[in-house]
């Protein structure tokens, strides 16, 4: 049995506010605590759709949908569903970008986990303190690189709150199963330290020895008290992220969204529009516009992808070259990080992005750089005129980050550019033809890929299978969506795209053997059996 009265309807798990029955108000001992009139679920999301609209700009509808969120998740999930291509911007990219920046002026109500270095040896003890002691699913966050707005401390927070909202709405992940962490080790930015209303330890950025012991015990809490746990990275800064990646990938089921979930989509984009422009793969050559986890994850994921269809790894990492805040990525630099090593190749050192493009022709120019407008009228004319489809993808975050907008990348190629973006735009009319952008979200990979990995609790989570749900997604693309230039399916589809996802996920952990639940005889019909639905449960 649910709890009773005023309890009742402070777990927003089980409220249904003005929804209960009169039975059940009986039964429950709701009996005056509500108002007498009796409304319907879907008179609820009616009237909540109608409350979001009176509000006046995003960040205050972002407020509201918060409130409803902590108060009714039935309802919350039944208008984020009901409405996605309108809810998606408002609870995550690019209004999360917004609210994580006056998080802690708009911080209302305890969502998540923080863990900060004054819990260090008793983190196991912190997360024992959340309600729910079944959890399968943690987004965690340090807060060091906040989408395309950098250190933003405790006040990242509403990312894994964000990501984890959209488990549920576009995967079906049961909200008990999903826990936000955010990590406070500090932070580097000076003006949210002298701010008034900043909610992290005043302290700068804990690094080295210290930080790595202190995510060490995390990663082993996590282990010992959710044994079940998927656990995935989120915009953690670029040294730390591949180092934790590549340390903990293999010891518990984890990933990190920003490398490969970016990757996934991108490439799946790429190989939507290769049914545009023609060619394969193999035929294509790469620039990217930023170095860091998203661009040289994408490039890693394309060689996967390239060389599984007969190509030379040497050969496929020719194929994709890269443009950092110093010039194009050579050989003959010395200033290189790690990770953009595999990637510097024999070519005389360019300063800019417009000298790259010139000198190597690419046939993609590939924007995550988080640096707005970088994707100038002359580079945009330049792809068009070595590409009669070019493909340009300007995927930084938020908005206000984005390479070039949707309007310049139609006008600068005459309306022959293939576009995608990370946030969305809105479509464009351009010499009387309409253009639908297509925005390369993550959305449409990570969901599925962690409800596939939950179904068939593998105990790894591999690029093999963010191959597969790449493979997937740009399957799933049809002919009006290319017609329209979109290379991603409409939104509103976004929980059939997980599901198959979900279901190519779950079929190669089975297939190679790591899976630990026993294989269902219908996949497919086992996963969608799985997923959440919001819709209220009688009590009485």
């Known amino acids: 049995m649910p709890p009773r009265g005023a309890a009742l309807l402070t777990d927003p798990l089980l409220n249904k506010g003005t929804a209960f029955t009169e039975r059940e108000r009986d039964a429950l001992g709701l009996r005056g605590l509500l108002p007498p009139r009796i409304f319907t679920l879907e008179e609820q999301a009616s009237r909540s759709l109608a409350a979001v609209h009176r509000k006046p700009d995003a960040l205050e509808k972002y407020i509201y949908l918060t409130n409803l969120q902590n108060r009714n998740e039935v309802l919350f999930y039944r208008v984020v569903m009901d409405h996605i291509e309108e809810m998606v911007p408002l609870i995550y990219t690019p209004t999360v970008g917004q609210a994580c920046l006056e998080y802690g002026a ?13 819990d260090k040896g008793r983190i196991a003890e912190v997360l024992r303190h959340w309600p729910v002691q079944g959890i399968r699913l943690i987004v965690v966050t340090d807060g060091e690189r906040i989408l395309g707005l950098g250190d933003l401390g405790a006040l990242g927070m509403g990312i894994p709150v964000g990501k984890l909202s959209l488990y549920t709405a576009c995967a079906g992940v049961h909200p008990s199963y999903t826990l936000p962490i955010t990590i406070d080790v500090g932070t580097d930015n000076q003006d949210l330290l002298d701010g008034p209303v900043y909610i992290g330890l005043r302290q700068k ?14 990663v082993e809490a996590v282990a010992t008290v959710f044994p079940k746990a998927l656990l995935q990275w989120e915009d953690f800064g670029n040294t730390n992220a591949f180092r934790l990646l590549g340390a903990y990938q293999q010891r518990l089921p984890s990933f990190n969204d920003d490398i490969q979930g970016t990757a996934a989509v991108a490439l799946a984009g790429v190989m939507a529009a290769l049914r545009v422009t023609g060619g394969t793969l193999a035929d294509q050559k790469l620039l990217f516009l930023g170095a860091g986890e998203a661009g040289t994850g994408i490039a890693d994921l394309y060689v996967a992808a390239a060389t599984s269809a007969g190509m030379g790894e040497a050969e496929a990492r020719a194929r994709c070259w890269f443009v950092d805040s110093k010039g194009l990525v050579v050989q003959s630099r010395t200033d290189l ?18 000298e790259a493009v010139a000198a190597l022709k690419p046939t993609a120019l590939i924007g995550v750089s988080g640096m ?34 949707a309007e310049q990348a139609y006008a600068w190629s005459d309306g022959r550019a293939i576009f995608a973006s990370g946030s969305p735009f809105a479509e464009v009319e351009f010499k009387g033809r309409r253009h639908v952008p297509g925005q390369g979200n993550n959305i449409y990979i ?95």
């Open 205 to 218: 950025r804990a690094r080295g020895e210290e930080y790595d012991a202190f995510i060490e015990e995390f």
């Open 372 to 405: 707005p407008q970088t994707f100038t009228q002359p580079i945009v004319e330049q792809m068009a005129s070595l590409n009669q489809r070019p493909i340009v993808f300007a995927l930084s975050n938020p908005t206000s980050k984005a390479e070039c907008t």
């Open 337 to 354: 990080a790690h990770h953009k090593l595999p990637y510097a190749h024999a070519h005389e050192y360019l300063p800019s992005l417009a």
């Open 106 to 118: 708009i911080y209302r109500r305890p969502r998540g986990l923080f863990l900060t270095l004054r």
């Open 446 to 540: 990570f969901p599925g890929v962690g409800l596939g990995v939950l179904a068939s609790e593998s105990r790894e989570v591999t690029d093999a299978m963010f191959l597969a749900a790449a493979r997937t997604l740009a399957d799933m693309v049809d002919p009006a969506d290319l017609d329209l230039g979109r290379v991603y399916p409409a939104l509103t589809r976004i929980r059939e795209v997980s599901l198959r996802i979900a279901t190519a996920v779950a079929a190669n952990a089975h297939d190679s053997g790591l899976a630990r639940a026993s294989r269902p005889e219908d996949l497919a019909q086992d996963i969608r059996a799985r997923m959440f639905e919001p819709v209220y449960r009688e009590y009485a």
